[in-house]
């Protein structure tokens, strides 16, 4: 083989060699490249899951947070079907009388007809269509209307500053007084007054859940 042939083949191997070198190192730098593209997508998308995390343990807390307690969940439940309402009240109270005056019957007798529900401290009394209605303490009740069935109170009477009846009976009570088609309901309750501020918020709770059938 001459010298010219030998020169030629040489150049052809190392151009060759260079070639498959070029691509060898031009191959490696794409695939390191990427994997650090890919190394960077996990990190990011990690990134994001944990924020993710954050914002739904976040909302949690703030659900947690905002959710009242409701502290009638455990209280009994009265329903009457001549008048089709119900009002939640506590457990620890017992039904002593159970005796609504008939449906359209007018000016009846407190005494004979009505609902009294106690606890032997505090007393709950329901009267439908009273007659000559009135209280030794007093007649103030508390002004109510009937909205979407419930019972809304307006102004908010009492006879706490009956020094009279305080201090001859160490009690106090509050009531509501409303109309809803065409009869009249009287709601009263009786407590210690030196429990008043507790017993205030238990009248304004059993209020709160009475209720006429839609």
Not at 56 to 63: E, G, K, P
Not at 139 to 156: F, P
């Amino acid at each position: 083989m001459s010298t010219a042939w030998k020169i030629v083949i040489a150049v052809i191997l190392s151009l060759g060699i260079a070639a498959g070198g070029t691509y060898y190192y031009m191959n490696q730098k794409l695939e390191n490249e990427k994997s650090n593209l890919q190394s960077q997508i996990t990190e990011l998308n990690k990134q994001i899951d944990d924020l993710q995390a954050t914002e739904t343990t976040a909302d949690s807390t703030d659900d947690s947070t905002t959710t009242e307690t409701d502290e009638t969940a455990g209280w009994k439940t009265y329903t009457n079907s001549t008048y089709g309402f119900s009002f939640k009240y506590p457990s620890e109270f017992l039904i002593s009388k159970d005796n609504l005056a008939p449906k359209g019957q007018e000016e009846v007798s407190p005494a004979e007809y009505e609902l009294k529900i106690s606890d032997g401290d505090r007393e709950l009394e329901f009267w439908v269509n009273p007659g000559g209605f009135g209280r030794e303490c007093g007649s103030d009740y508390w002004k109510a209307t009937i909205v979407n069935n419930r019972i809304v109170i307006g102004e908010k009477t009492s006879n706490l500053d009956d020094e009279g009846c305080g201090e001859i009976h160490g009690q106090v009570w509050f009531g509501a007084q409303m109309t809803f088609d065409g009869d009249a309901y009287f709601i009263n309750y009786s407590f210690d007054l030196k429990n008043r501020n507790a017993e205030l918020n238990t009248i304004e709770q059993i209020i709160d859940t009475f209720a006429f059938a839609k």
